[in-house]
């Protein structure tokens, strides 16, 4: 009776909000982000240590609800030229290219094979929006200009992200590269951005202005608001379907709905920011969850403090540097870098791809051997990969809070130069 109750979607749902204000609470104890008190609950409950709570489907179907509510509220403070500018592409091109060779060259120093370090080198290429975007967000400093660059180069980040993936994907798999597979990755991905947000920046809100002009829109003041959130959804599977983060497509539907002024209808960001508190706690907790450090051996610990050292130095170097050589200053320079570094759920995306494939090596293989270690390696790859993101996350938040304390609340004309002029 006891195990059927707590297998209930209730009892879980019960819990892991229970968890999420257990994360508010420490991080008021330790007077840290939300975000680092939500994780560390979720280590504590999760396999690592209590094994109250594990990564089931339920929690990670909760958990993407969490990160594409996150991303529409915070595309809400963007406009379209926010995200379109030729310096943020330069910052994203730069920053993938330094951490991938970092990745892979930390791992090939360590002893690691040629496909656990392609794996790991494009694991480090991926910024994770969702984590930096909610802590400028916490912090009151997404209205600066460096806040601004470090989103629209995130967002461009995760479609080279994708290309790069598709690549080693194909490294893995076949030892060589298929340049149509690749070339029709990038049309995809570049053409559902610019389609998705340019068309939608003009239909959207024209659409939303209508609606709340209409006698259901008096009835129903929910009604715009149901709409709203359909959009959100339907850009995130789009996303999807065309091999980018659904957390990019949510962005982009709450860049479309931005200021739309409504006379009759709820207002949609009130709305979502409700929907926010709830899944989006989930969705951090669900990070602390995922990583499992009971896999950790002895001898993996200098590997993965190494590789936690190069994910954020290459991340610095490599987004930073392109911030300061192009005319910004050296404190939102490095505000860019270190915002760029978590990896977060995109990278444990591609450690989860990596496991599957060792998986379907071991399956494949014919002696049982050979197949035992092909699991180890793959289990390796997985969880370096998933501590090296969960650190990065972390660290974030304490860094911000040092160097950026001075910047919170205040107004954008403060700030040292706008990267858009």
């Given amino acids: 009776m006891l195990e059927e109750l707590t297998s209930t979607i209730e009892f879980q749902m019960s819990l892991l909000l229970f968890v999420a204000l257990g ?18 609950v979720g280590l504590l409950v999760g396999p690592s240590v209590l094994g109250l709570i594990t990564y089931t489907d339920f929690v990670q179907s909760l958990a993407g609800l969490g990160a594409i509510i996150l991303l529409f509220v915070i595309g809400f403070e963007f406009e379209l030229r926010d995200i379109t500018n030729w310096k943020y592409f330069v910052i994203a091109l730069v920053g993938v290219i330094v951490p991938w060779i ?19 080198g494009t694991a480090l290429t991926a910024t994770s929006i969702a984590i930096t975007a ?17 989103i629209g180069a995130a967002v461009i980040d995760d479609i080279l992200s994708l ?15 298929a340049p149509v597979a690749v070339g029709l990755t990038i049309v995809k991905a570049f053409g559902f951005v610019i389609i998705a947000a340019g068309v939608g920046v003009k239909l959207i809100p024209w659409l939303i202005t209508k609606m709340d002009g209409t006698k259901i829109a008096r009835k129903f003041p929910e009604f715009v608001f149901i709409f709203a959130m359909m959009i959100a959804f339907f850009y995130a599977m789009m996303a999807e379907a065309v091999g980018i983060s659904a ?9 479309c709905v931005n200021r739309v002024s409504l006379k009759h209808s709820l207002d949609i960001k009130t709305g979502s920011e409700y929907l926010y508190i709830i899944f989006a706690s989930i969705f951090f907790v669900s990070l602390g969850i995922i990583a499992d450090l009971r896999y950790i051996t002895p001898e993996m610990i200098l590997f ?5 050292l190069v994910a954020i130095v290459t991340k610095v170097v490599g987004c930073g ?11 939102d320079s490095a505000a860019i870098g270190f915002g760029m570094m978590p990896r977060g759920e995109v990278a444990m995306i591609v450690g989860l791809i990596a496991l599957a494939h060792f998986q379907e090596m071991a399956a494949a293989a014919l002696d049982p051997l050979e197949a035992a270690n092909l699991v180890t390696l793959g289990n390796e790859v997985f969880i ?23 910047e919170k609340k205040q107004k954008p004309d403060v700030c040292e130069q706008n990267p858009e002029t």
């Avoid at 994360?23 to 560390?40: D, K």
């Avoid at 993936?165 to 590269?177: F, Q, V």
């Avoid at 957390?247 to 860049?255: E, P, R, S, W, Y």
């Avoid at 540097?321 to 404190?331: I, V, Y």
Wanted: aromatic content about 10%.
């Fill in 384 to 406: 370096a990969i998933v501590v090296v993101s969960l650190m990065t996350t972390i660290i974030l938040p304490m860094i911000y809070t040092v160097i950026l304390s001075k």
């Fill in 247 to 255: 957390i990019v497509g949510a962005f982009l539907a709450g860049v």
């Fill in 102 to 120: 970092g990745g892979y060259f930390t791992s090939v120093f360590f002893g690691m094979d040629f496909i656990s370090a392609i794996f790991i």
């Fill in 23 to 40: 994360g508010y609470l420490l991080a008021t104890r330790i007077h840290q982000s939300a975000v680092i008190g939500e994780i560390l």
């Fill in 134 to 150: 909610n802590v400028l967000r916490e912090m009151g400093i997404l209205h600066q200009p460096f806040a601004k660059a470090i």
């Fill in 163 to 177: 290309i790069v993936l598709s690549i080693c994907t194909d490294l893995a798999a076949t030892g060589s590269i």
């Fill in 304 to 308: 993965i403090v190494i590789l936690t």
């Fill in 321 to 331: 540097l392109p911030a300061k050589l192009m005319g910004m200053g050296w404190k």
